[in-house]
C-alpha cells in the first residue's frame, strides 16, 4: 500500500509568487513517485480548485490560523499520514503535532527572519529543504543548528515555458527597449516592505553607471 503524505502550505494552487510555484512543482513530483498514493494538501490561504493539480493531491482549507490549526489536528486525528510536508517556515509549528517524518522547506528572507518559536520547532523535523546553500549557511546561523543535514533542493524551471527565443517586438515596444542595448531583467513582488529584493542597489548600481 503506498504512502500519505499531509502537505503544510501558506498557498500553491492559485498562487502566484515564487513560492507558490516551488509548492507546485514540488507537490508534482512528489506525486510523480509510485510509492506515493495520496497528498492532502493544507492551505492556509483560500486555494484555487481550477488550477491544474496532480490527481493524487487534494486540497483543504483552513480559514484563519485557528481554523488552520484545527483542520491539520483533524486530519492528523482521521487519517493514515506517513510523513509531513511543510512548505514555509512561518507553518513550522505545526510539525510538533506529528510524531512522523517531517521535511520542512526554507526559502529565503523569512527563514533568517524567523521567530525563535519557528526555529526551535526548525531544529525538531527529520529534514531541512533549503532552496540554496546562502540560505542554510544564514539560516543555520541565525538558529544555531549547523549539526543538522540538510537537503538542498533548488527551485525549478519547465523549459517547456522558458526557452531562448525572438524577442516579442510588442514587449520591446512596451518596455521601450532599442536593438543593441544591454538590458537586465529582474523579477520580484514588489511593495514598501519589499527593500530587501536589492532593487533600489541595482537602480543605484545602474545609475552609476
Not at 512528489?30 to 494538501?41: C, E, G, K, L, M
Not at 533568517?112 to 526551535?120: I, K, P, V
Not at 523579477?187 to 542597489?201: H, N, P, Q, S, T
Request: charged share 20%.
Amino acid at each position: 500500500m503506498g504512502k500519505t503524505i499531509l502537505a503544510l502550505l501558506t498557498d500553491g494552487y492559485g498562487g502566484y509568487g515564487g513560492i507558490a510555484n516551488y509548492v507546485r512543482d514540488s507537490l508534482s513530483a512528489i506525486a510523480a513517485d509510485p510509492r506515493i498514493d495520496r497528498i492532502i494538501a493544507v492551505h492556509l490561504l483560500p486555494p484555487c480548485p481550477g488550477d491544474p493539480r496532480p490527481a493524487k493531491v487534494d486540497l483543504y482549507h483552513g480559514k484563519g490560523r485557528l481554523g488552520y490549526a484545527f483542520r491539520v489536528l483533524q486530519l492528523l486525528a482521521t487519517e493514515k499520514i506517513d510523513a509531513v510536508w511543510i512548505s514555509h517556515i512561518a507553518l513550522a509549528p505545526f510539525a510538533c503535532l506529528s510524531s512522523k517524518p517531517v521535511a520542512l522547506v526554507l526559502h529565503g528572507t523569512e527563514a533568517w527572519g524567523s521567530t525563535a518559536l519557528e526555529r526551535w520547532a526548525a531544529r525538531r523535523v527529520t529534514q531541512i529543504v533549503p532552496v540554496s546553500q546562502f540560505t542554510w549557511d544564514r539560516f543555520a546561523d541565525l538558529a544555531d543548528c549547523h549539526q543538522l543535514k540538510p537537503l538542498i533542493a533548488p527551485g525549478m524551471v519547465d523549459l517547456d515555458h522558458y526557452q531562448p527565443g525572438e524577442a516579442d517586438p510588442a514587449c520591446l515596444d512596451r518596455l521601450a527597449i532599442k536593438p543593441g542595448q544591454h538590458n537586465l531583467l529582474c523579477l520580484a513582488r514588489m511593495g514598501e516592505d519589499y527593500e530587501d529584493k536589492v532593487f533600489e542597489r541595482l537602480i543605484s548600481w545602474a545609475s552609476e553607471g
